[in-house]
């Protein structure tokens, strides 16, 4: 998982409630995502920041939002507004420097089951 | 539309035997295929990485190959392990307008090493 963390593992949320995902990374990347991965599917991107203070919607932003005050932090907050919110969450982190070659290095995810 | 379709779903082999999975992509421009190996309830750890002048690629016992012609890849698996058991995603990268790069996942190839 290379240096990116993200909590909790598993959450669990009674629905018209937000609920915050963290995502820290200590590998002083400059550019942080955030994917959702249901059954089926590939991933899909939900936001991206290149920089701090700056955020990029993904395909499927919708019911989400991010802030990026921090270098190594990049919260994800899903709202009420995200009709099916139950999936698998991942953030991933990449270097901007090598340019597109450089990797996306992912973290361990989150469950969120909303109940 | 930018799609990576990949083949088969599911793949169950036995402990010690040899495979291969298949990856057809519709992306443009293209920039680099990864392969990344996704344990159940983790986050992908990327495989390997392919540009447009490289058509194979190994990391240990796992051999990608590039047919930038056809748009195709392939990752072939020699003397499974129970532990080679995950999904495999094909990832394309391709360069937006103004620069940046935007990824197109597979689906992933579920595979099942038993004894």
């Known amino acids: 998982d290379g240096g990116i963390t993200q909590s909790p593992k598993y959450l669990f949320r009674k629905e018209g409630q937000n609920v915050t995902l963290s995502c820290e990374q200590n590998l002083n990347h400059d550019a942080m995502y955030w994917y959702r991965q249901d059954p089926g599917q590939g991933l899909r991107l939900i936001y991206y920041s290149q920089i701090v203070n700056d955020f990029q919607k993904g395909d499927i932003a919708e019911g989400y939002s991010v802030s990026r005050e921090k270098k190594e932090s990049f919260p994800l907050t899903v709202t009420s507004a995200q009709k099916n919110p139950t999936a698998f969450y991942l953030c991933?982190?990449?270097?901007?420097?090598?340019?597109?070659?450089?990797?996306?290095?992912f973290g361990p995810g989150t469950r969120l089951t909303v109940l | 539309k930018n799609q990576v379709e990949q083949s088969p779903q599911s793949l169950i082999i036995l402990e010690g035997k040899n495979c291969t999975l298949q990856c057809n992509y519709t992306v443009s421009p293209f920039s680099n295929l990864r392969w990344y190996k996704q344990d159940t309830g983790r986050g992908p750890v990327s495989l390997t990485i392919m540009t447009f002048s490289e058509n194979t690629k190994s990391n240990g016992r796992y051999t990608a190959t590039l047919d930038a012609d056809t748009k195709q890849s392939s990752l072939h698996i020699t003397a499974s392990q129970l532990s080679d058991s995950a999904s495999y995603i094909c990832v394309v990268s391709s360069i937006l307008t103004g620069g940046g790069n935007k990824l197109t996942f597979g689906t992933g190839t579920q595979l099942k090493v038993e004894l």
């Open positions: 991933a982190s990449r270097r901007i420097a090598g340019g597109p070659a450089d990797t996306q290095y």
